[in-house]
């Protein structure tokens, strides 16, 4: 079984952390920890500072991910880590298309608590055209 995680650092992608290693130590499957970072830049900076700020932010979700793996090196599964930049439900609908995954496990609501009525969007936009199961984790 493989497994996606979409993590974002946030409580609910800590709990669904958990429950992805659950499911994915029952099937001795493989886990697929997906971040995605979107560019933080403000209006006010240079294409230049914008780049090195968006380059700062990537290297520190990558370090986060390879902290997680290291963390989960004792359990029995395959665990590999990626970063993509853009919009977070986007890239994970568009990682999913391209890998072939059983199920995408991703926390109800991320780190902004943007919320659309009882999920967050992109929550709701995956479990709206995941071509795999979904689960969400409040």
Aim: proline share 3%; charged share 30%; aromatic share 4%.
């Amino acid at each position: 079984m493989k497994v996606l995680l979409a993590y974002d650092g946030s409580e609910p992608s800590r709990k669904a952390l958990k429950k992805a290693l659950e499911l994915t130590s029952q099937e001795k499957g493989e886990l697929v920890i997906l971040s995605v970072t979107e560019s933080v830049c403000p209006v006010s900076i240079t294409e230049k500072e914008c780049s090195l700020l968006d380059n700062a932010l990537r290297k520190e979700t990558q370090n986060l991910l390879e902290k997680l793996k290291t963390e989960m090196s004792s359990a029995s599964i395959k665990v590999k880590t990626v970063v993509k930049e853009g919009q977070p439900a986007a890239e994970i609908l568009k990682y999913l298309k391209e890998n072939k995954c059983d199920l995408v496990v991703l926390g109800s609501h991320g780190r902004h608590g943007a919320k659309k009525f009882f999920l967050g969007s992109v929550s709701l936009r995956v479990a709206e055209r995941s071509p795999c199961s979904v689960w969400i984790v409040k």
